[in-house]
């Protein structure tokens, strides 16, 4: 039986240093479940509410353990995260954090799989979700919130699209990752890491796409299959609301200048995916750049939709992107993210699984992005909080979760 008999809530280090909550969900016949809250350092405006992780577990405690306890079953998930909002009373989870209830949903679901015996993917996706795997973009240049005197763009992101299985592909975005910093030492450019592991030098970012690009030709030669690259370029990020231009350390541009200059940075560099290329409240922007790139890029909502179907259905009103990213802590369950990467399919949107910038060793979403059969998962190149995930995906098509 999946009946839940105990939820544990502590506070747990996360990958920059800081307190998270993690949940421990127990049932009735012996399953069990652990699952952490990651957290973003370029946060979305409209994202739902992380609270300091001592109040959130507290808040928790008073209000949503008691309902779940003896009453909720683990392995009906979509009972589970009703409950969890039901107990919150708000929009945002506001009251017991988005923190505390994606631990609980997430450790929830393993609580689930662990009584099945089954495997996380499997119990969320089902016997006959198909053999696919998600390719996964890797972090190998970056800056904006995440390195303090690096690129503008927040992220350069290695994509392995032709990489015959999930173990190539991820050992394709660690020698990029690799030939990255051989490029740098070889122009002198010493560099640290950002908060995901990518490298983070004090280069513009005229000189990282020469470098990616570089990087990435060596190593598809190297492999001898197809690597391309794509952005974050977490724009809400440098956009001045008052003046209504996007600050860059060398220029600005306005809304025109900056749909153009992606467009043509899609043009040059063959870009597979470009996220966040505009503010987050701007849908008709977004409408633009999609109306002229979208045929051959991703064109994805990250700070635009916040992983939520209400925004994600205005996106698709305005023709604002062709896909979306889910972030479970950005919505706060599992059942909420599921629902917009419904949504998405519905409406001939693609879905990218991703990791946040603050994470922990969980690996939950490694097994969301399998069990519905996404097309890429962004996570990360190196780290042990990235690579849990990455290695996860190797276990997931070895059968050896
Ligand atoms: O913007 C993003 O897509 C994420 C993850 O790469 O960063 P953060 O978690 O800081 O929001
Ligand atoms: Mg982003």
Known sequence: MTRITDVRLRE???SRGNPTVEADVLTESGGFGRAAAPSGASTGEYEA???????????ARETAVPRLVGEAFAGNQRE????????????????????????????????GAD?????????????????????????????????????DIQ???????????VAEAVFANAAVHAEVSELLHERDVAAG?????????????????????????TIEDEVGFEIRFGLDVAAAEMYDDDAGVYEYSNTTRDTDEQIAYVADLVEEYDLVYVEDPLDENDYEGFAKLTEKVGDRTLVCGDDLFVTNTERLAEGIEQGAAN????????????????????????NGYESIVSHRSGETEDTTIAHLAVATDVPFIKTGAVGGERTAKLNELIRIADDAT
């Open 12 to 14: 747990v280090l996360d």
């Open 49 to 59: 509410i992380e609270r300091p992780a001592g109040e959130a577990i507290a808040a």
């Open 80 to 111: 589970v995260d009703g409950i969890l909002r039901a107990a919150d009373g708000t929009d945002d989870f506001s009251e017991i954090g988005a923190n505390s209830a994606v631990a609980i949903s997430m450790a929830a679901a393993k609580a």
């Open 115 to 151: 009584v099945l015996g089954a495997p996380l993917f499997q119990h969320l996706g089902g016997t006959f979700r198909g053999d696919n795997f998600p390719v996964p973009l890797g972090n190998v240049v970056g800056g904006g919130e995440h390195a303090a005197d690096a690129t």
């Open 155 to 165: 992220e350069f992101l290695s994509a392995p699209v032709g990489a015959p299985s």
């Open 193 to 217: 890491k950002g908060d995901e592991g990518a490298w983070a030098p004090s280069i513009d970012d005229a000189e990282a796409f020469d470098i990616v690009d570089e990087a990435v030709s």
């Open 323 to 346: 896909s979306i990213l889910i972030k479970p802590n950005q919505i706060g369950t599992l059942t909420d993210a599921f629902d917009a990467i419904e949504l998405a399919r519905a």
